[in-house]
């Protein structure tokens, strides 16, 4: 049973998501790996590799050593990338590869938390190119993501500017409170994997999200909900259930909006009766 508690006006509060596992049933980065493919990004043997590390990352998720293995390999994979493709590969399969593997209490969760009037932010370690859009998609109102160094070419180089991983999430966490006047104690986080402890101890409200055994452990040992989360949906299938509160411009629009139809009923109201008259 989701639940939020009430909504707090004063001070700010948020919601701090990780993605993969968390919010969408996959690993997002390699996710992409057909698409990134067939756009001449990478060979065959790399889909199979990334194929292989999505199986692990599926099994049994992936520790501290697998995780870095894998930043590695990414790294050195997408050296010489150009970015605005990549951009334009992910915006052109976004709603085709990851719609469909949004889980559905996620989804709930994230509604429930704009709901109550808090912000929502995806923090993840894959790179800011994938997060960002996916970010947008489910109405997110921040992302913290992994970003890549990018040459003068407008081609990664395979170095990592900044790395969105384990006690760097934490830290991240901290200065988006300072920055936005969050009070951490009141704040949420929701994740799958222990390396995200440290995100979890920042906040007052942490949550186990589908946990690998190691945060099942810690969870358990301090009292934290645990959550299962199974239930895939396209975000199209919970519309209009779904959809990113209103913000103070669209309220005001829609009250433009509403005053104008209403006049405009009025005037032909009055039309009508002078017509009869």
């Not at 990478?42 to 501290?64: E, K, S």
């Not at 951009?87 to 429930?112: F, N, R």
């Not at 934290?224 to 309220?251: E, M, Y």
Request: hydrophobic share 45%.
């Amino acid at each position: 049973m989701l639940r939020v508690v009430e909504n707090h006006s004063l001070p700010r509060t948020a919601a701090f998501f990780d993605l993969d596992k968390t919010v969408i049933a996959k690993s997002s980065t390699l996710t992409f790996s057909k698409s990134f493919y067939q756009g001449g990004l990478i060979n065959r043997r790399a889909v199979l590799r990334t194929a292989y590390a999505q199986f692990v990352f599926l099994a049994g998720g992936a520790d501290h050593d697998q995780m870095e293995r894998m930043r590695q390999y990414l790294s050195a994979l997408c050296r010489g990338w150009n970015v605005r493709q990549v951009k334009e590969i992910v915006a052109e399969t976004l709603h085709d590869l990851i719609d469909p593997i949004i889980y559905d209490e996620a989804a709930s969760l994230i509604e429930e938390h704009h709901t109550a009037g808090r912000d929502v932010v995806i923090v993840s370690t894959s790179g800011a190119e994938v997060v960002e859009p996916i970010g947008e998609l489910l109405g997110a109102d921040r992302v913290v993501a992994t970003r890549m160094v990018v040459g003068d070419d407008g081609c990664f180089t395979g170095e990592v500017e900044y790395y969105a991983y384990g006690p760097t999430k934490a830290e991240a966490i901290r200065e988006l409170a300072a920055s936005e006047g969050y009070d951490l104690s009141r704040c949420y986080a929701y994740s799958d994997s222990a390396t995200d402890l440290p995100m979890l101890e920042a906040v007052g409200n942490p949550h186990a999200v589908n946990p690998d055994r190691a945060l099942r452990r810690e969870a358990l040992a301090r009292g934290w909900p645990i959550l299962d989360f199974h239930r895939p949906v396209r975000l199209k299938q919970r519309l209009p259930s779904f959809s990113v509160p209103p913000r103070p411009a669209l309220v005001a629009a829609a009250a433009i909006g509403a005053a104008a139809a209403t006049a405009g009923l009025v005037w032909y109201a009055s039309r009508r009766r002078t017509a009869l008259a």
